[in-house]
T-cell receptor, first 113, second 114 residues
Framework: QQQVKQSPQSLIVQKGGISIINCAYE??????FPWYQQFPGKGPALLIA?????SEKKEGRFTISFNKSAKQFSLHIMDSQPGDSATYFC????????????FGTGTRLTIIP | DVKVTQSSRYLVKRTGEKVFLECVQD?????MFWYRQDPGLGLRLIYF???????EKGDIPEGYSVSREKKERFSLILESASTNQTSMYLC?????????????FGPGTRLTVT
């Protein structure tokens, strides 16, 4: 049972454009929603994260939008750059003091000049 | 800087062989995890451990076992490798700190079973 659904599987965006990746979850007990970024040949690394008590979190060009009633959250990358080309994973967890994460299936983002 | 290292970047094994994947972290983290990464399936948790000699099954433990004899080291064992275990294997660690959910990943081991 896939508890976190991620779309699209791949995304091509022109340099300077906005990249949007969407995730939906089923378990209402989830209380922490991170996004991980993975470059080729590397392990994933935490990019940005949000808790359900806020609807948006921004860090530089990266923004998470969170809709608790719809059980959806999304990653927006403003002014996308070729260096943002990577695979992005959304994730969720609900275990207090337990960091077991449930990951989405990933989105391969390519930024073209 | 947290560092998670994995013993091999690439590994080729034959069907039926016993395979050991080693992971070492240098930040005294309590939690350690093994995932496999497959295209279109994302990261799936195989096993995790909260402490030395402690282990818990993840979502896809069948065909795998783990060992954690020292806090910094977490081993994944394929008792009898099969072709459907060809995959990228990622190790991660994290501290046992309330509301600190960041996991630190190693670079991965690409395992091919022929």
């Amino acid at each position: 049972q896939q508890q976190v659904k991620q779309s699209p599987q791949s995304l091509i965006v022109q340099k300077g454009g906005i990249s949007i990746i969407n995730c939906a979850y089923e378990n209402t007990a989830f209380d922490y929603f991170p996004w991980y970024q993975q470059f080729p040949g590397k392990g994933p690394a935490l990019l940005i994260a949000i808790r359900p008590d806020v609807s948006e979190k921004k860090e530089g060009r990266f923004t998470i939008s969170f809709n608790k009633s719809a059980k959806q959250f999304s990653l927006h990358i403003m002014d996308s750059q070729p260096g943002d080309s990577a695979t992005y994973f959304c994730a969720a967890t609900h275990n207090f003091g337990n960091e077991k994460l449930t990951f989405g299936t990933g989105t391969r983002l390519t930024i073209i000049p | 800087d947290v560092k998670v290292t994995q013993s091999s970047r690439y590994l080729v094994k034959r069907t039926g062989e016993k395979v050991f994947l080693e992971c070492v972290q240098d930040m005294d983290h309590e939690n350690m995890f093994w995932y496999r990464q497959d295209p279109g399936l994302g990261l799936r948790l195989i096993y995790f451990s909260y402490d030395v000699k402690m282990k818990e099954k993840g979502d896809i433990p069948e065909g795998y076992s783990v060992s954690r004899e020292k806090k910094e080291r977490f081993s994944l064992i394929l008792e009898s490798a099969s072709t459907n275990q060809t995959s990228m294997y990622l190790c991660a660690s994290s501290p046992m700190v309330v509301y600190s959910y960041e996991q630190y990943f190693g670079p991965g081991t690409r395992l091919t079973v022929t």
